[in-house]
Each structure stands twice: as structure tokens, then as C-alpha cells.
């Protein structure tokens, strides 16, 4: 086990090494620069030529843009490592950790609601149609599965906005202020995994039924709740962990469509900004971070299928 | 093979739907454009937010552009993205996959760790990344989702090969003198046709999903060219007094994506090799 | 003496995509308190559906179309699921064939062990506890008190076995099935669990029947035999004169092609041929493609199970030419 665990750590930390040397490098093939971009959007390029290679310089120096490359790279790493990294430069009155800590909040709220929901609704769907295989409701929730998997959450949110917003006039179309606000982005989130989730557990559920020991059980004089709810769900609900990572990874990709089309303030949001402003220290922090996020919760529920199958535990 | 896999596919009604779907959908997008009165960007001032009407059938936008031409333009640039970017896929997953597969050793290692790596990453972020740096486009945006999506297809191709490598007919070919090239383009491609078909198939609706989440973010095709993301960005602003700008685009994509999981459902079904 | 168990043309068949398997067509024998039989045959004759179907065990595709299995004044098929529930591990304990799968391997032994005393509300969960550390004792585990909160993956094939044996036996059956209870394990560790099946069913008192398709382990093990072929009982016997003389072609060809039972044998004379396609059998006796003595009659019908010594019955019509010792 701890083994294991010091072996994906290491794989983690090279993975992470890997994809901030690419983004540092790709950022830096860049053609166009924010510095550009910030001059044409303010009308400068007629300006003042002195004036304006001036501010260039300044705000070079300002964000380290002067040094030659290897160095930007060691310190732009070095700021991540000391949770240190400077101001962004779409928002430069702020720093990109104080983004972050005020964003990143929000998207996971977002995240592990949605999780919560799909989970919620996917697992009793998922043993229902394992139970009652081959009946309308295996079909019927199959059915739903594999739509649920083929249309992407910012579809699934049109036609809940549609509903909820224009047809009920229940709830409103964005924002994040009050709890209303976290329903629609929730569901959509939500609903996108209770597919898979219910799949997976209804091919875990069916596979598990099909055991030696679930025979055994029975043979005992289990009760339906005692061999199905007792031996059968409780085996195939470990493996059903391991479909949490890829769902979780999922849902934090699938945050940043939604809060940006329900104006939620959460690191998507700001994700989407800084790549459509070529906001580039914003844009590589955001990046690794989301990577090192979705990583930790892949080795997370690593982790917590080794604690939950006594074989590996105890190896 | 073939036989078997088209005898079993006829019978499945919902792959045979999407298929025919997906057939017309491909001809809507490809010849669709040629036969349509109006262009995407065609400005008509008098049909400015109208609903539909005889004169435009899925109704107008805020620029009285008509939403039928806009949205069968959004099914062209999807189809584009899509098949470019799956013809990316192929031969850096067929390539890689094979490389890794046939030569194993250091070779094998260092590429699945490299595969490992990308698979870790969400590719979401990475076509993002690309695109913010390559600029927007039709063509970058094929070529960063190109770029990203070979991982699955490599490591199938690496575990069909290493599993065909060592089947008698492979060995017999090498003792008769094959040359590698021989071997891997006669013995074992053939053998991974239907599993490439297979993740092929799902990769299509896969890669119009990415595309349009991009220009839902607006790092997607450049306006005016229309995009179901972006068209459904657009719609949305005005949700709750001209919702069909919304409900179009967005029926339209879903029943687009919905065609190709039926035919890929379909196909993989086909292809599967546990039943007969 | 009142019987304790009295099966009556039981019949299992399986539905399949193309076509119907019969695994089980219509088998009927009884037995006594605290009598033991065994079942032989070669796999796929329908020895083990046809026990499972007693338990209702049978998973669909299979269904039980036919038949009655008199236990205790009840029918056992005609049982609805809560009653049936309640015979299952209280009254007939079972040991399954592949003790590496049949436990289940994410739950300790311990809970496994009383898991059918709590459900038959037998015992408190502490009298439970007591009372499967005497039963892991009884069935030949070291240290029970400790191995009690191990997880089977712990534990050896045969000392699974042994809690297998002490799971059947928890709740003090009346009858002990046990499905090839040795076919997985080692060969030295199968005397071990053939000997503690022994002794627990005398010590118990429990009727047994052992299904199995190796006559040795039947000839050690039980009074009684019935032999199966192609879904039907073709002959049952008391063990002793079956072992002497067997009626049906198919015991003596069986008998022969199994090492050292009863006398010393040189030589082992497989069956020719393979038991048959159950989804399409051979008409008549499906035994005659094998059988050296079949004739055309043998193609034409079906012969019936009749008795032809007092307690001893066989199905073949060739019975006079099979009564000598000429195939014992």
C-alpha cells in the first residue's frame, strides 16, 4: 500500500512537472502577447511610441517577462510551490492566488454537489435495473443512461433553462448569489453522470449476482435485503469508486461551461477569461491547477478502493 | 468478420436509425449549404428576433440572420472539426499504439508513460491551451482536438497488437521471412480494423461536443461563422423573449450526437467478440 | 421408517436462444433421516441443477417446470420464496463445489460464520459469536477466536472449505447437500474434507447427500447411490451390491473408468464417446450411441427406471443381458 501510494505520488509530481513545462512552453511559442492585445483594446498603437515602450517595459519587468526563459520557468514555479504567484494580468489589482482561493471554493461546491446528486440518483437506478434485469425498467434507465452520456451538461442545461426558467418561471437563468442559483447548474452537472455511474453500477450489481458467494448466501437463508443489499451491492459499490475519479475529472471540465454560461464566479469562469484574453499567468495557473486538483482526486479514490477491498488493504 | 458484424448490426433498429441519421445529417451538412436561400451572415433587418415562419423555419437572430442557415452551417463546421480531427486521431493512435505494441522494450515504455501522462490531463484544458496559443480557427481547432484525443485510440491499438504479436499465424509469417512493415500492415492491422472502427465511431461525437464547448467559451470557430456552441451562447442571452434561438440549436446538436452514440452502440455491438 | 425427503419426477429444464437443455427430466428417489446418497454422473448429466433445484437455486434461464420434493410434509417446489428462505441454512445446509469463490471475499470469516444463525434468528449476535468459535474448532481450525475476524483471501482452499462445512452445518440441519465438495481442492486435502464431512454427518445425525462424479469419493462416503445420465436417475442401488454388480451399462462403464474402487483393478477403460448435446439428446435411451449392448430397440424408446432386485432399480431395456456378472 505504501508502496503504491509513494509510486503514484511520484507519478503525480511528473505528471505535473510535464504539463507546466508544456504550458510554460506552449504560452511562450505564443505569436500575440496580453501586452498586445492590451494595446490595440485601449486604442494605443497611434500613442505616444516612447511612452507606450515605456509601459511595455514596465509592466516586462512587472511580471518578470524581462529574465531569459529557463529562469521564468523556475520562477513561475517557484511561485506556485510558495502559493506566491503574482498579479494576473486581466486583474491586476489582484493576486493569482487570491483568485484562486476565491474561486476555486465555488467550482468545487459546484463539483461535489453535482457528484452528490448523480451518485444519489444513479445507484438506486443502477441496482434497480440489475435487480429487475431485462424488465422496462433495466431499459428505461439504460435508455436514460446513454442519453444522459451523448449530450454534454451545457445542452442538458439549455433545456432545463428552457423549462425551469421560461416555461415554470421557477428559477433564474444565472448568477450565484442565493441557493436558488445553484439548482439548474447542479442538475446539469449532475445529471450528465448519473448515466455512467448507473451503468457502471448495474454491470458491477449483475456481475456481482452472478457470484459463487452470492449462491452461497442465498443457500444460507439470506433475505433479499440481507443477499442483494448485504453481499451483492456491497462488493460491487467498491468498485464503483474507482468510476468516481474519471466522473470527478469529468464534472471539474464540465464546470467551466457551466459557470460560464450561468455567470458563476468559479475558476472555469476565470479559466475561460484569462484563455480568451491571453491572460497568460492566470491562464497557466489555472491549467496546472485544475490538472493537480483532478489528479489528487484520481489518487484519492485510489486510495479509498485500497481501504475499502480487504485484499488490497491488506497487502 | 464483415458478414457477421453487418448481420448482427441490420438487426439492432436504433443503430440502423442513427446510421441513416447520420447519413442524412452528412449530406445537410456537406451538400446542405449549396441548396440553402439564405447564408449564415446574410443580414435581414426586417426578421430581427422573428420566430418561425414560412420565411425562415427555425426563425431569425438579433441580426435577422436566418437560425436554418446558421444552424446547418454549425452541423458543417462540427462534421469538419470532427472527421479532421478523428483522421489526426487515427494515425497518431494507430502509429503510436503499433510502435509501442510491435517494438515493446524502452520504446513501448517511454511512449506509454507519455500516454499515461496525457490521459491524466484533461484533454479540455490542453485544446484550450493550444488554441490560445495557435489562434482561432477551423483549422487549429481540429488540430488541438486531434492532438489530445489519440490516447485512448493508442493504447487499444498497443493492447490488440500485443496480443496478435504472439498468435502462431504472426510467428509463421516471420519464419517465412515477413519483413516488419509486412507484418504489421498485413497480420495485425486488419485484425484491430474493428475496434478502431468502434472507438473511431464515438470519437465523432466526442470531438463535436469539444468543439462546441469551445466556442460556448468563445475559443471556437471566429464570428460570424456560426457554431452550435456559439449559437447556443447567443440564444441563451435572450432565453426568456425569444427562446426558439435557444431551443433550436440545442434540439438540433443533441439529436446530431444522439445519431452517432446509436451508430457507434451499433457498431460496437457489431464488432463485439464475446457473442455470437 | 417416514421419509425424510422424497423428490418426484423433478424436472429442470433451461431455456436457451436456441433451443430448450433439459438439464433435469423427471428424476424421483426419497430419502431416510440421517441416510446418506450420493449422486454420481459425469458433468453436464444434471447432478448438480438437480439439487440446486431442491434449494431453488435455479437461476432463470432455468425453471423447475415439473415436480414435487416432499420435505418434511412440504414441498419444498411449491414453497413460496419467504418459506423457502426459511428451510435454506436452517433445515438443509449446503457446501458448494469452489470454496475460493464461495465465500465472499470483502466480508470477514467471522460474520460469514454467523451470518446464518442471526438471519434464522437462532442466536444473540454474541451467543453467535460463542457458537462459531466452537464450530471452527469442530471443523478443524487452529486459533479460531483469531481467524474469526480474517478474510477468506487469509485462508487456504481446503481450510475455506472447512468453513464452508461449518457455515452448512451452523444452524444444525436435517439434511446436508454438498455439490462436489472436494473437486477443487488438492488431493491430499480432499481425504481431509471427505473424512470431516463424515464425521460431522455422524456426529450430526444429518441425512447427506454428497454429489459427485467420482465413485470413489461416493463408494467411501454414502449407502446409497444413484447414478445420473443425461438428466435422469438410470439406476440406484444400496452402495454395497452396487458395487459388486451394477445394473445399467453406463454404472459398470463409469465404475470402470474410476481408479480403485472397492477391489484393486489393472486397468481403466474410459466410455467411448462423449456425453451427449443436451440441447439435442439422442432419441430413445441416450445412453445407446455409448452403450455396447444398445441395439435399434435402444433407438426407439425411452426405457423406464423399474425395480429389479428388492431396493434396486435401473433404466435399460437389455436388463436380463446386463443382470449377470458379466460387467461387474
Known amino acids: 500500500m505504501l508502496r503504491f501510494l509513494a509510486k503514484r505520488l511520484g507519478f503525480m509530481l511528473i505528471a505535473l512537472i510535464f504539463v507546466s513545462l508544456l504550458t510554460f512552453t506552449l504560452m511562450h511559442m505564443a505569436p500575440g502577447s496580453f501586452l498586445d492585445a492590451k494595446r490595440i483594446s485601449s486604442g494605443d498603437v497611434s500613442g505616444d511610441e516612447q511612452a507606450s515602450i515605456d509601459v511595455i517595459a514596465e509592466m516586462e519587468k512587472r511580471y518578470g517577462l524581462d529574465q531569459p526563459l529557463w529562469k521564468q520557468y523556475l520562477m513561475y514555479m517557484e511561485g506556485m510551490v510558495a502559493w506566491n504567484m503574482g498579479p494576473s494580468f486581466q486583474f491586476p489589482q489582484m493576486s493569482i492566488e487570491e483568485i484562486i482561493a476565491r474561486a476555486f471554493p465555488v467550482s468545487v461546491t459546484l463539483a461535489v454537489l453535482s457528484v452528490a446528486l448523480s451518485v444519489v440518483i444513479a445507484v438506486p437506478l443502477g441496482i434497480l435495473a440489475a435487480v429487475r434485469q431485462n424488465t422496462w425498467w433495466d431499459y428505461g434507465a439504460m435508455f436514460l443512461s446513454m442519453i444522459g452520456n451523448s449530450i454534454p451538461a451545457y445542452v442538458l442545461a439549455v433545456f432545463l433553462m428552457l423549462l425551469f426558467s421560461l416555461k415554470l418561471h421557477w428559477l433564474p437563468t444565472a448568477g450565484w448569489t442565493e441557493p436558488k442559483h445553484v439548482i439548474m447548474p447542479v442538475l446539469a452537472l449532475g445529471l450528465g453522470s448519473v448515466g455512467g455511474i448507473a451503468r457502471y453500477m448495474r454491470t458491477s450489481l449483475v456481475e456481482a449476482l452472478r457470484q459463487d458467494y452470492i449462491a452461497a448466501a442465498w443457500a444460507k437463508g439470506g433475505t433479499f435485503n440481507k443477499v442483494v443489499l448485504g453481499h451483492a451491492l456491497r462488493n460491487s459499490l467498491i468498485p464503483l469508486v474507482t468510476v468516481l475519479g474519471p466522473q470527478l475529472a469529468r464534472l471539474m471540465v464540465g464546470t467551466v461551461f457551466i459557470e460560464s454560461m450561468f455567470r458563476i464566479p468559479g475558476l472555469g469562469q476565470y479559466f475561460t477569461l484569462a484563455a480568451n484574453t491571453r491572460d497568460f499567468p492566470l491562464l497557466m495557473t489555472s491549467t496546472v491547477f485544475f490538472a493537480f486538483v483532478i489528479m489528487g482526486m484520481n489518487l484519492i479514490v485510489d486510495i479509498a478502493y485500497g481501504f475499502l477491498d480487504p485484499r488490497i488493504r491488506f497487502e | 468478420m464483415w458478414v457477421r458484424a453487418w448481420n448482427k448490426f441490420k438487426r439492432n433498429k436504433l443503430a440502423v436509425f442513427g446510421a441513416v441519421f447520420v447519413t442524412l445529417l452528412m449530406l445537410t451538412a456537406f451538400v446542405g449549404p449549396y441548396l440553402l436561400p439564405y447564408g449564415y451572415d446574410q443580414i435581414d433587418y426586417t426578421a430581427v428576433y422573428q420566430g418561425p415562419s414560412v420565411k425562415h423555419i427555425f426563425g431569425a437572430d438579433e441580426l435577422g440572420r436566418d437560425l436554418f442557415s446558421r444552424l446547418v452551417y454549425s452541423l458543417r463546421t462540427a462534421m469538419i472539426v470532427a472527421f479532421g480531427s478523428e483522421a489526426i486521431t487515427l494515425v497518431a493512435g494507430v502509429a503510436i499504439g503499433a510502435i509501442a505494441g510491435y517494438i515493446g522494450g524502452r520504446t513501448d515504455n517511454l511512449l506509454m508513460r507519455f500516454t499515461d501522462i496525457m490521459f491524466a490531463f484533461p484533454s479540455f484544458l490542453f485544446n484550450v491551451m493550444l488554441i490560445a496559443v495557435m489562434g482561432r480557427g477551423l483549422f487549429t481547432i481540429f488540430v488541438a482536438i486531434g492532438l489530445t484525443s489519440w490516447v485512448g485510440l493508442a493504447r487499444l491499438v498497443r493492447a490488440e497488437v500485443l496480443k496478435i504479436k504472439s498468435r502462431e499465424y504472426v510467428e509463421a509469417g516471420h519464419a517465412m521471412g515477413a519483413s516488419n512493415w509486412d507484418i504489421v500492415t498485413r497480420y495485425i492491422l486488419p485484425n484491430v480494423t474493428g475496434p478502431i472502427i468502434v472507438t473511431m465511431s464515438f470519437g465523432v461525437p466526442g470531438a463535436m461536443m469539444t468543439e462546441s464547448a469551445l466556442s460556448l467559451i468563445g475559443m471556437g470557430v471566429a464570428p460570424p461563422a456560426p457554431s452550435f456552441g456559439a449559437l447556443i451562447t447567443a440564444g441563451q442571452r435572450f432565453v426568456l423573449s425569444y427562446p426558439h434561438m435557444l431551443l433550436w440549436p440545442a434540439l438540433v446538436f443533441a439529436f446530431t450526437l444522439l445519431s452517432f452514440t446509436w451508430l457507434g452502440d451499433g457498431l460496437r455491438d457489431a464488432f463485439d467478440p464475446r457473442d455470437n | ?328
Open chain 3, 1 to 328: 421408517m417416514t421419509k425424510l425427503l422424497e423428490v418426484k419426477d423433478l424436472k429442470t429444464y433451461f431455456q436457451r436462444p436456441d433451443g430448450v437443455v433439459k438439464a433435469v427430466d423427471g428424476i424421483s428417489y426419497s430419502l431416510e433421516p440421517g441416510e446418506t446418497m450420493a449422486i454420481v454422473g459425469e458433468s453436464g448429466s444434471g447432478k448438480s441443477v438437480s439439487v440446486k433445484s431442491l434449494m431453488r437455486l435455479i437461476r432463470p434461464p432455468g425453471r423447475i417446470v415439473n415436480g414435487q420434493a416432499l420435505f418434511g410434509g412440504r414441498d419444498l417446489l411449491a414453497l413460496s420464496s419467504r418459506e423457502i428462505q426459511k428451510v435454506r441454512g436452517r433445515e438443509i445446509g449446503m457446501v458448494f463445489q469452489d470454496p475460493m469463490s464461495s465465500l465472499n471475499p470483502t466480508l470477514t470469516i467471522g460474520r460469514q460464520i454467523m451470518e446464518p444463525m442471526l438471519w434464522h434468528g437462532l442466536h444473540s449476535r454474541k451467543d453467535a459469536r460463542t457458537r462459531a468459535i466452537e464450530l471452527l474448532e469442530l471443523v478443524g481450525i487452529p486459533s479460531p477466536e483469531q481467524r474469526l475476524s480474517e478474510y477468506p483471501f487469509q485462508f487456504s482452499g481446503g481450510m475455506r472449505q472447512r468453513v464452508m462445512i461449518a457455515m452448512a452445518i451452523a444452524c444444525k440441519p436435517k439434511l446436508l447437500i454438498a455439490d462436489e465438495p472436494t473437486t477443487a481442492l488438492d488431493v491430499t486435502v480432499q481425504a481431509q474434507i471427505l473424512d470431516l464431512l463424515r464425521n460431522m454427518q455422524k456426529e450430526l445425525g444429518m441425512a447427506t447427500i454428497l454429489i459427485t462424479h467420482d465413485f470413489g469419493v461416493a463408494a467411501e462416503f454414502s449407502q446409497r447411490v444413484a447414478v445420473m445420465y443425461a438428466g435422469r436417475i438410470v439406476e440406484t442401488s444400496p452402495m454395497r451390491p452396487f458395487l459388486k454388480q451394477q445394473h445399467h451399462p453406463y454404472s459398470s462403464g463409469l465404475l470402470r473408468s474410476t481408479p480403485e474402487v472397492g477391489r484393486a483393478k489393472t486397468t481403466l477403460e474410459p466410455i467411448p464417446g462423449s456425453p451427449p448435446n443436451m440441447m439435442d439428446p439422442p432419441p430413445g435411451c441416450p445412453f445407446h450411441p455409448r452403450c455396447p449392448l444398445a441395439d435399434e430397440s435402444c433407438k426407439a424408446s425411452l426405457p423406464p427406471l423399474v425395480e429389479v432386485e428388492p431396493e434396486r432399480m435401473a433404466a435399460c431395456l437389455k436388463l436380463n443381458q446386463t443382470g449377470g456378472k458379466a460387467h461387474g
